[in-house]
Nanobody
Framework: QVQLVESGGGLVQAGGSLRLSCAAS????????MGWYRQAPGKQRELVAT???????NYADSVKGRFTISRDNAKNTVYLQMNSLKPEDTAIYYC????????????????WGQGTQVTVSS
């Protein structure tokens, strides 16, 4: 029905920057809240940032002032600009979205991307 495809991960030195992108495709009527989560080895998945369709944002305390989430509603795409990266930001970053789909009825489902690796070296 709906696929979330992430891109932009990679290896960067501490203090560097990366920009993640996540494009939603499929039988989409509207994407509501979209966001990014991350999971480091041996740790639980945690929220990084979310953004509503109207642009309201929410950030984890650990990334406030360094990361910026944004979206392009016309493209059903969400971005995460990550600056001043630290080794503790190393994790697999997952895109998440609440998407309204129309098949036989109108329903809102939650979807996850496959994840993209971000590695920050010290």
């Amino acid at each position: 029905q709906v696929q979330l495809v992430e891109s932009g991960g990679g290896l960067v030195q501490a203090g560097g920057s990366l920009r993640l992108s996540c494009a939603a495709s499929g039988n989409i009527f509207r994407a509501n809240t979209m966001g990014w989560y991350r999971q480091a080895p041996g740790k639980q998945r945690e929220l990084v940032a979310t953004i509503t369709s109207s642009g309201n944002t929410n950030y984890a305390d650990s990334v406030k002032g360094r990361f910026t989430i944004s979206r392009d509603n016309a493209k059903n795409t969400v971005y995460l600009q990550m600056n001043s990266l630290k080794p503790e930001d190393t994790a697999i970053y997952y895109c998440n979205a609440d998407v309204i789909v129309i098949i036989t009825s109108i329903t809102e489902n939650n979807y996850w991307g496959q994840g993209t690796q971000v590695t920050v070296s010290s």
